[in-house]
Each structure stands twice: as C-alpha cells, then as structure tokens.
C-alpha cells in the first residue's frame, strides 16, 4: 500500500488535511507496525525532549483569569519553538495518545512507550489514561517482556530493594522516578486486572488457585499468573516508593482487596487443619503479608517513616480479612497474627524501630475502620479468639526469657487485655 511520506506530510504544517488523513488511514488500515517504524524513524527521540521542554509550564490559568492564560501560552510556544519540537508534540498528541493506536501497538512493541513514560513525572499535559491503559493491555495479554522484566528485577536485590536495571526498560521508566507511578496511576490497571481475572469464577487463573499447593511443583505456573505478578509489582513499587521518600502512599491498600478476591476463591471443600498453605490462594496471602512485614524494615533500615503509617494501616485490614473468615481454620488465621507479633516484639529491642512499634500496636488495637463503624460483634470476637490463640502459641521464650523487651512487656497483660476490651 503506498502512502504519502509520514515525515513530508506532517512537515508541511502541523494539523494539515495531509498529516491527518495519513495517521487516520493509517490507524483504520491497522497499518500500525508501518506507523511505528515511520514515528521511530522520524519524531521519537524528539518527544522526550518536548516533555521536558514543557516541565514548569502551568497547565491552564484560574477561570478568566485572560492575561494569565496568554503568558501560559507565550510560554509554551517558547519551550516548543522548533519545528521537529512542534512535530513532537502533534505526533504525541494526535497519534501515540490515540486509543486505536495504543491498543495496537503497546502488545507488539511494549519499548516503543518506554522513553516516553519516563517523561511524565509532572501534571502537565496529563497522559496518564495513556499509561493507564499501557499496563492494562501487558497485563492483559500477559505480555511476556513486562512479566520477564518483573521476574528479573526479582533477582536484582539491593539492599532492602530491588535495583533498578535499566535493560528492564517497563520498569525503569515506571519506577527510576517515582513521580511517574504517582502521577500515572500505574497501581491501578495492574491491580484491576489481576481482581478482575480472580472474580471471574470460571477463568483459568481463578481454577488453577484453587487447586492444592504442593510446595515448588507450581511455582514457575503461579509466577505467571496475573495475581502474583501484581504482588510482585506492588512489592516493588513500594519498595523504590520508600527509598524515594514518596510522600503518597501509591494505594498499596489494594493489597486488601487482593486478600478480599483471592479468600474468595478459594473452594468451600478445601479444608486440611493441618496445613498453613492447602491452596495456591493461601500462599499468595502469606505473599502480601509478608511483603508488608518486609517494607516496615525497609522503613526502619533507612529511617524513614513515610509510608509505616498506611503499611500498618493495611496490614490490620488485611489480617481483619482473615480472622473475619468463615471458610478459614484457625491454624490459617493465626498465622499472620503470629507473624505480626514477632516483628513487633523484634522491634522492641530495636530503639530506631520505636515508630514502626508503635504504629503495630495501634494495627493491633484497632486493625480495621470496621471497627470504628461497629462491625458485626461476631467478626470482632473472631478477631479477639485468633489473636488470643496466636499468643497462646506465640514462642515467648526468647523475648522473655532477657527481659527489657519494650513491646514484649507491654503486650502482657495490657495491650492484649485491651484487645479483648474492644
């Protein structure tokens, strides 16, 4: 098919019948790997430099607010006072932005967006549905570069974080910056996705969790299942999100709703009171607990309590999930309990740990926003019975047997007697 020049037609003016016509014929002929080789040829390298070149200019004015408006104006035809800068932005704005052109594209070639995400760390020009919906269609399609990339920055531990490597291309444009995520809402599309496949009862995924967990037999099938693959993310989201100092707590609260979906498929014929794990659902719910349990240290480790407040916060909700289960023995539910217990009594001989401590004492007393709002007292007792059972189990000789332990000398008798007060 023989089409006019992409570069000579949208040269000739920006906005010209000719440049329209062609990306639009090109977009409805499904022409798009032509396309992407004719914007890689001619215009990508030149819109990183746009966006950056637009940074600090205001997106609009106050309503009416005439003569302010102008000077944002003035100001933007400065910044992009080149042709090929002039080119960028109309080859952003009218082609890469567009939806048939995202939907075609991001699956073929998920690093022809990756330059160009990294950019978007401001509020000016606002492509986040872009980005959006970027991710939505790698998690979709189990895009198998997004997947590999997570499963190899896995492996690249730094620290209490995973580096960064730029050769995982999704990744570092996501994350090196943290304002990217923020901004972009990329928690949002990769936790909606993996909710949605769980809630669909008859999906593959949904099935395959719901069979028995024998130890390492399904661990590479589990690793390429879109649940698992969203906790990666958001574990290493968060992680990066602390060592930035990120003052949002990029919804790690989805962590809830994960516990929320993955309870709920798990079978009612299930039942083994023996085992911590007997479906695959379990093991990616001791996953998240011990996810947040981790980043709580990470926080200790660098002092920086940016985001302990709201991981102790979801941790209770999560752990309230639990105990709140009717389909859940009490060997299941005490596990976390017992989890949450140690870091907390292994925080009170730590002295720089004293607000990470104190804030899972408050997770302890009040562990979900249920509670505020008058939960059914059945669920409330649940609570109280699995966190009494997990201290009645609890291996206290190691904090007791050398005294001093802050947490440990608090927790009994008084904070757990104003548990049982609740």
């Known amino acids: 098919m023989n089409y006019i020049p992409f570069y000579l037609a949208v040269s000739q003016s920006i906005g010209s019948p000719q440049a329209n016509q062609l990306h639009n014929k090109l977009n409805l002929s499904m022409e798009h790997p032509y396309l992407l080789e004719l914007i890689r040829a001619h215009h990508i390298e030149d819109i990183p430099v746009y966006l950056n070149r ?3 200019i205001s997106v609009h004015a106050e309503p009416y607010d005439h003569q302010a408006q102008k000077e944002i104006d003035r100001a933007f035809s400065k910044a992009i006072n080149t042709p090929r800068l002039t080119y960028a932005n109309n080859v952003l704005f009218e082609i890469i932005d567009d939806e048939v052109f995202i939907n075609h594209t ?16 401001t509020r000016r020009g606002d492509y986040s549905h872009m980005v959006e919906r970027y991710l939505e269609i790698l998690m979709q399609n189990k895009n198998y570069h997004f997947f590999r990339e997570i499963k190899n920055t896995l ?9 960064l ?18 901004f972009n809402y990329v928690w949002r599309p990769v936790a909606n996705v993996a909710i949605w496949e769980l809630q669909n009862q008859n999906s593959t995924e949904s099935q395959f969790l719901k069979g028995a967990n024998f130890e390492e037999q399904f661990d590479f099938e589990l690793s390429n299942t879109k649940m698992k693959t969203a906790i990666h993310f958001f574990d290493i989201m968060i992680r990066e999100s602390i060592y930035q100092k990120a003052e949002w707590h990029m919804w790690l609260f ?11 498929n798990i079978p009612d014929n299930y039942y083994d009171q023996d085992d911590h794990e007997p479906t695959l659902n379990h093991k990616l719910i ?13 926080g200790v480790e660098l002092k920086i309590n940016n985001l302990s407040i709201d991981i102790c916060r979801c941790i209770g909700k999560c752990i309230y999930e639990i105990t709140s289960s009717d389909i ?20 009170g001989w730590n002295p720089e740990a004293e607000f990470q401590m104190l804030e899972l004492e408050k997770t302890l007393l009040m562990p979900s926003d249920k509670l505020k709002w008058g939960d059914q007292e059945e669920n409330v007792e649940k609570y109280k019975h699995a966190t009494n059972l997990a201290w009645r189990n609890f291996d206290k000789i190691p904090y007791s047997a050398y005294g001093g332990n802050i947490a440990y000398n608090k927790f009994h008798p008084t904070l757990l007697d104003q548990i049982n007060q609740i």
């Open 54 to 56: 637009i940074k600090g």
């Open 106 to 121: 991001v699956n073929v070639d998920p690093y022809f967006y990756t330059k160009i995400i990294q950019c978007l760390n």
């Open 155 to 163: 492996e690249l531990v730094e620290g209490g974080k995973y580096k």
């Open 165 to 182: 490597d730029e050769k995982n291309e999704i990744l570092y444009s996501l994350f090196s910056d943290i304002k990217v995520a923020e």
């Open 254 to 264: 989805y962590y809830h709703r994960f516990v929320e979906v993955l309870i709920a």
């Open 286 to 298: 001791h996953d998240i607990i011990e996810n947040m349990l981790d980043w709580l240290d990470v």
């Open 328 to 347: 859940l023995s009490d060997k299941v539910k005490v596990r976390p309990l017992d989890r949450l217990l140690k870091k907390y009594f292994d925080y």
